[in-house]
T-cell receptor, first 114, second 111 residues
């Protein structure tokens, strides 16, 4: 079974530019999560989707971050405009059901904002 | 908000030694998960715990869900060099699926 796929693996941009990340969850997983992991810290949830609906986006900086999961499968996370403090690894995870919450992570996208 | 305190922050041990790390919180969780993260990779799920008092093993790894539901422990027996990495605990409360992660324990194993 294929795992969670993410692209790109690395991205370097200048501040005020925009960037987008893509995630393809494990087949059949209804729940998809985007996390931000700053160096030396644990992942922090940005947004959670159940199918194509948003369950929790309370920690998403909505003035610059947006995410969508239009067909309930793939998802994109966008940052516009980027700030220096957005430099981090962006992790996508998926789980089969919300109740038994074993989340499986992709390899992440390392973003560097200069 | 909810926070998890994970300790120790780092460990440097000799191959063959046993390792213990723990995670505590002021809040109650109904699920505890333990992950391992290698450099440049995403976290990999090691053990999932769903009931207070539960003790679960995965090879040389053993984890326990604390009776108070506010803590969890991970033990690694007879460590080997490939155990090197960062270990994260994560707790879930409620039924939304949101995980709160600890700060991680960095483990280094000397051959």
């Amino acid at each position: 079974e294929a795992g969670v796929a993410q692209s790109p693996r690395y991205k370097i941009i200048e501040k005020r530019q925009s960037v987008a990340f893509w995630c393809n969850p494990i087949s059949g997983h209804a729940t998809l999560y985007w996390y931000q992991q700053i160096l030396g810290q644990g992942p922090k949830l940005l947004i959670q989707f159940q199918n194509n609906g948003v369950v929790d986006d309370s920690q998403l900086p909505k003035d610059r971050f947006s995410a969508e999961r239009l067909k309930g499968v793939d998802s994109t996370l966008k940052i516009q405009p980027a700030k220096l403090e957005d430099s981090a690894v962006y992790l996508c995870a998926s789980s089969l059901v919300r109740g038994r919450n074993e989340q499986f992570f992709g390899p992440g996208t390392r973003l560097t904002v200069l | 908000g909810q926070q998890l305190n994970q300790s120790p922050q780092s460990m440097f041990i000799q191959e063959g030694e046993d390792v213990s790390m723990n995670c505590t919180s002021s809040s109650i969780f109904n699920t505890w998960l333990w992950y391992k993260q290698d450099p440049g990779e995403g976290p990999v799920l090691l053990i999932a715990l769903y009931k207070a008092g539960e003790l679960t093993s995965n090879g040389r790894l053993t984890a326990q869900f604390g009776i108070t539901r506010k803590d969890s422990f991970l033990n690694i027996s007879a460590s080997i060099p490939s155990d090197v990495g960062i270990y994260f605990c994560a707790g879930q409360s409620g039924n939304t699926g949101k995980l709160i992660f600890g700060q991680g324990t960095t483990l280094q194993v000397k051959p």
